[in-house]
T-cell receptor
Framework: QKEVEQDPGPLSVPEGAIVSLNCTYS??????FMWYRQYSRKGPELLMYTYSSGNKEDGRFTAQVDKSSKYISLFIRDSQPSDSATYLCAMGAGGYNKLIFGAGTRLAVHP | GAVVSQHPSRVICKSGTSVKIECRSLDFQATTMFWYRQFPKKSLMLMAT?????????EQGVEKDKFLINHASLTLSTLTVTSAHPEDSSFYICSAPPDREVIGYTFGSGTRLTVV
């Protein structure tokens, strides 16, 4: 079993839709959770960073962490074609050591 | 915000030659740098961790003699792919962990290496 599981998609949605992206993990030592967006042939850029269970909102993005279920989600409201990218979940244990990444979900938002 | 500047963004080299990739942290000190490799439509695979002033730590299966990592200063880490072969063609990305003023891990823009 992989430490972090993420459906690679692809996921195709119409503009304006609500997108739900998810990851599950098996290591209960993970303490912080991140979502990155990666455009083709570019480095990942940080979207959301959370340290505890619950919700965190930033504009059209909401990150949700459920440590009891070892499940994290990223919601994108009012999706735009510019949101088309690969979304990677990442998580780590204490001490800012190496991150463990999910496989990445490819999202396509069509007009 | 924190920026990690990675160069070159793209390089094509002949088999047998060596290629150096640089990552510089701008406006913050990176005592640690993570080096990743990414295949098309795949996730990031951690290759090694460089630490300023000490030897790099390589992940299992990564050849340390082939992928030389040097962390020369608090703002510069380099990855040298030695005696490159076509199977080394890939996208290489560096990443610095958070420090006191930086939230999250900061990634470089990546280097696309093509070995012909």
């Amino acid at each position: 079993q992989k430490e972090v599981e993420q459906d690679p998609g692809p996921l195709s949605v119409p503009e304006g839709a609500i997108v739900s992206l998810n990851c599950t993990y098996s290591n209960s030592a993970f303490q912080y959770f991140m979502w990155y967006r990666q455009y083709s042939r570019k480095g990942p850029e940080l979207l959301m960073y959370t340290y505890s269970s619950g919700n965190k909102e930033d504009g059209r993005f909401t990150a949700q962490v459920d440590k009891s279920s070892k499940y994290i989600s990223l919601f994108i409201r009012d999706s735009q074609p510019s949101d088309s990218a690969t979304y990677l979940c990442a998580m780590g244990a204490g001490g800012y050591n190496k991150l463990i990444f999910g496989a990445g979900t490819r999202l396509a938002v069509h007009p | 915000g924190a920026v990690v500047s990675q160069h070159p963004s793209r390089v094509i080299c002949k088999s047998g030659t060596s290629v150096k990739i640089e990552c510089r942290s701008l406006d913050f000190q990176a005592t640690t740098m993570f080096w990743y490799r990414q295949f098309p439509k795949k996730s990031l695979m951690l290759m090694a961790t460089s630490n300023e002033g000490s030897k790099a730590t390589y992940e299992q299966g990564v050849e340390k003699d082939k992928f030389l990592i040097n962390h020369a200063s608090l703002t510069l880490s380099t990855l040298t792919v030695t005696s490159a072969h076509p199977e080394d063609s890939s996208f290489y990305i560096c990443s610095a962990p958070p420090d006191r003023e930086v939230i999250g891990y900061t990634f470089g823009s990546g280097t696309r290496l093509t070995v012909v």
